[in-house]
């Protein structure tokens, strides 16, 4: 069956979707890879890849190549699943014989509601959905099918679960695909060098963290690893794919976990002499951490989340202040870059944990940070909390128009506009110290890509600082 997995356009310049784990528009025009999406289409004879956000590829656009195929797996999320309705509705409309897939972290929470929102959507699938469309696409039926939702007869059936896969060797290379459906060029996230390219080497994620959307809906708690061959076979064949890739990035959940593996690793980098980074969390020790720069490690992106060590507790982050602290001090000796997330809304939150929060990073002083707003998404303990304590306001969309992070979640003592107000002051507090300033001027002055980048990053970034002011403003009233 003539497949294309697609990447829809829910919003513009939306990358919330296949392989982003907090979908939203990003204040900084950003774009990673729909690497779920990848691994089907290189399973799947006669597929194509279509990656709409980063390709500006229209909705009307979307559905004229969606004609020229059989089968259309889309990789929906929460903020966009209406957006995506829509579109699987028009092309169903501009042909009515086309199947369509709905695969991703929101159907397999929500598999019944998903198929009642519209009848364009044939059927949906739980977790892991890389063997369940491959099988669709080679003529196999529904019935016969683990880990879907259908309806029949009036009825919406449920297939026996799939379990997760384990030999993670035996699924094909994403890179290839790359390079055949994708345009590099197009991916950028401000932080990681330009152009890069990312995958995964493992799935899964053993942390309890209780807002993390991806471990507990989609790919699971069990960490499952490929083999450290198959990883530096990858990354040696995408270097010669793409000679003018600047880096490449790891997107595990965290790639850190197991530190034997992690060395093994980066004694098989080492020889490729290239430049990588990666997720992390704060339990990396200062040996690994040098031995990871002197293979090429550049950047790490790590979710500090919050200042306040009973917030951390209350959102069973497994990791310390102290510990934050310790890493940070580390990475800084090894030479390692760090990318800092943080939230705003966790359990517990408070006008005083915010202040602390900022403190927190004002010390560890990483070189790049995100402020996000706490978003609860349907199957995680977060969102359970949220709701049974009656802080979830179902009256309000999670993002604006765009795709932005709107709250969606108010505390006694903590309203929504004060939320967004403490995102943008976290920033500028951070961002706008003398020294912070100064290290962002030198890095620029002898770069001029550097300069015509933070030139557009500040102009986008002041745009939608302009839109939150208005929603603050309008919170007030």
């Not at 397999?108 to 699938?125: G, K, N, W, Y």
């Not at 962002?440 to 745009?463: G, P, T, W």
Request: aromatic share 12%; hydrophobic share 35%.
């Amino acid at each position: 069956m003539k497949t294309l997995l697609l990447n829809p356009p829910s919003f513009e310049g939306f990358d919330g979707g296949a392989s982003s784990r907090w979908p939203a528009t990003r204040e900084i025009e950003s774009y990673w890879y729909p690497v779920w999406l990848a691994y089907p289409a290189a399973m799947i004879p006669e597929s194509r890849l279509l990656d709409a956000p980063p390709h500006g590829i229209s909705p009307n656009e979307t559905v004229a190549i969606a004609t020229e195929y059989d089968f259309v797996v889309l990789f929906t999320s929460t903020p966009g699943f209406y957006s995506d309705v829509r579109l699987a509705e028009m092309m169903k409309a501009a042909k009515p014989s086309l199947k369509i897939a709905f695969v991703g972290p929101h159907v397999t929470v929500q598999p019944e509601e998903s198929l009642m929102a519209s009848e364009a959507i044939d059927f949906v699938t739980h977790k892991e959905f890389d063997y369940s469309v491959t099988e669709f696409a080679s003529g196999k039926p529904l019935e016969e099918i683990k880990g879907v939702s259908f309806r029949k007869d009036g009825k919406i059936i449920h297939t026996e679960k799939r379990s997760p896969i384990e030999n993670l060797d035996a699924l094909p290379w994403v890179t290839p695909i790359y390079k055949r459906d994708l345009d590099i060029t197009r991916y950028n996230v401000p932080f990681l060098l330009y152009p890069y390219i990312s995958f995964y080497t493992t799935r899964g994620c053993p942390a309890k963290c209780t807002f993390c959307l991806w471990p507990q809906t989609f790919d699971g708690h069990m960490w499952r690893q490929r083999s450290v061959d198959d990883v530096a076979n990858e990354v040696k064949h995408a270097l010669e794919l793409f000679p003018e890739t600047k880096e490449i990035f790891f997107d595990d959940d965290t790639f850190t976990i197991g530190k034997e593996r992690v060395l093994a690793l980066c004694e098989r980098f080492k020889p490729l002499n290239f430049t990588w980074s990666c997720t992390s969390r704060v339990h990396v020790d200062l040996e690994t951490l040098q031995t990871m720069r002197a293979a090429g490690c550049r950047l790490f992106i790590v979710g500090f989340e919050s200042g306040n060590p009973q917030i951390l507790k209350n959102i069973k982050k497994g990791a310390t202040v102290e510990q934050a602290r310790e890493f940070m001090k580390n990475c800084k000796k090894a030479g390692i870059v760090v990318h800092g997330d943080f939230i705003i809304g966790l359990p517990g939150e408070t006008k005083e944990t915010i202040e602390q929060t900022l403190q927190f990073a004002k010390e560890l002083d990483c070189e790049t940070i995100q402020v996000s707003i706490g978003h609860a998404y349907p199957g995680t303990d977060f969102y359970n909390y949220v709701e049974s304590n009656n802080y979830l306001r179902s009256d309000v969309e999670m993002t604006d128009e765009t795709g932005h992070q709107l709250p969606h979640i108010e505390y006694p003592g903590l309203t929504r506009g004060e939320m967004m107000e403490a995102v943008e002051d976290f920033y500028a507090k951070y961002y706008f110290r003398p020294r912070i300033v100064a290290r962002i001027v030198k890095n620029a002055i002898f770069d001029a890509e550097e300069r015509r980048r933070l030139y557009k990053e500040a102009r986008e970034y002041l745009s939608l600082r302009a839109k939150r002011k208005e929603f603050v403003t309008s919170q007030r009233g």
